[in-house]
């Protein structure tokens, strides 16, 4: 056997990135959900009520000043 395929058999802690990767986005994806589920009302009703442009009352804010 060479030396190369040695090394690739022995190396079976590479197989396991894969479930440490889907470990750490699953607790981030739980974190995130139960935080968003035991935000107060008052807390909901604020952050609904942000506004999701900076510009609101300028139709023109997307375009560009170098025109």
């Known amino acids: 056997m060479s030396a190369l395929f040695k090394r690739v058999i022995n190396e079976d802690w590479v197989?396991?990135?894969p479930f440490i990767a889907f470990f750490i986005?699953?607790?981030v994806f739980l974190f995130v959900t139960l935080r968003a589920l035991r935000l107060g009302e008052g807390e909901r009703?604020?952050?609904a009520a942000l506004p999701l442009d900076d510009h609101p009352e300028d139709p023109n804010h997307l375009k560009s000043d170098n025109t």
Do not use: N, V, Y
């Open 15 to 17: 197989e396991s990135i």
């Open 45 to 47: 009703k604020r952050l």
């Open 25 to 27: 986005f699953a607790g």
